[in-house]
């Protein structure tokens, strides 16, 4: 019996040959720099505007591997993992993770995310941000703490890893782990797409539930008044994977955070008040509160949004703020409400490291900069430093094993050129030349990868790539 997600990944790099975890063979066993892409026939979805934006960054690129691994990534979600389609009388989009035939309301929502600005010019874009948003509202209604989805809604056997967990499973959800930024992913991904078109279609009345939704959710997680419905427990030997106390969770005390039981890396909280998580709900019930006034005159929800990031922001202050060796705040990772506070950083998002990212904070903000700073150090248990790069990784893939997500997070939040350039020469030598971001690598070794086909990697190192262009062309020219 398989489970956990680690398992099954695994069991699909044996019988793969090793290309999921293991030794590939170098790029010279493949014809150098030939695309990776589908053949346009089978390709999932296409887009002419992002395929004009392909060929503009591209010309920019003066270095030809790091060109061929742009054009090979930057397109990878809506070449691979986009599912069109009708449901319920309206436009559905449904988007696999790459490899796992599940949509996370996270990682669907960060994997299209760099074409958001394209799609005022791009009706097919259009079309899918519609049934995104239409399919994350009906996700949300089916179960606002569920991290991921199946493609049919109505079916009712999840992942084989989650077939045994002791919680409320309902049809079509594909796994249960409450997650706080499986409710902020796809607010941010719906204020971009209406400020980027001014598009009211996808927010109908379906939307506005699954948004009111959020918010009682969120209310219901402060655990004012006891722990909620909330639990979830999972035979497993990876401990990561379930959850103390009978399901609900380690101890806590109600100060006006909201609780999460798993980090965006579906990993288990040590301290259930994730502080980054927390950070991301504030700035995405602000925007959720925008949306509402601005779509449907909603002042009084609106105002409901607006008290509750007032309420969560005053006790992160008061609770997720410690201190560096010098004396100077910093944010905390994790923390209880007790006074124990957990400093550590895990590549995925939002982590310290992708704050300003995410829009929880100005990039410049110097408390933002220190924790950043020093989630790049040895201060962090999770930071990897080896022959073939320095990066950050998390429990998820264990010690050693650098996450590409990490590195190509800090070259997004960077406005130093050094700096960036060193994170373009690590994201281009460590693909183990197969031309595509992978989940994690081994701080020595990048052919020992995990994860081939890992979407969310792959676009957002094609959205680094767009980025630099835009703003520090001479770096591409000379990369």
Known sequence: MITTRRALLKLMAATAGGMLLGRVPTARAASRHASHRPPPGQRRFASPAVEALIARTRAKIGDPELAWLFENCYPNTLDTTVQLGSLGGKPDTFIVTGDIDAMWLRDSSAQVWPYVSLAAHDEALRRLFRGLIHRHARCISID?????????????????????????????????KWEIDSLCYPIRLAHAYWQATGDRQPFDDDWRAAMHAVLATFRQQQRRHGPGPYRFQRPSANPTDTQFLGGYGQPTRAVGLIHAMFRPSDDACVYPLSIPGNLFAVSSLRQLARLSIALHDDRTFAGECTALADEVEQALQEFGVMHDEQGNEIWAYEVDGYGNQLFMDDANAPGLSSLAYLGCCPGDNPRYRRSRALAWSPRNPYFFQGRAAQGIGGPHEGLRMIWPMSIIMRGLSSDDDGEIRQCLHWLKTTHAGTGFMHEAFDQDDPAHFTRAWFAWANTLFGELIVQVAAQRPELLRHA
């Not at 991290?147 to 594909?174: C, E």
Request: aromatic share 10%; net charge neutral.
């Open 144 to 176: 606002p703490y569920a991290n991921a989805f199946l493609p049919d809604p109505r079916a009712k056997t999840p992942l084989s890893w989650a077939q045994h967990d002791l919680t409320d499973m309902r049809p079509g959800v594909a796994e249960r």
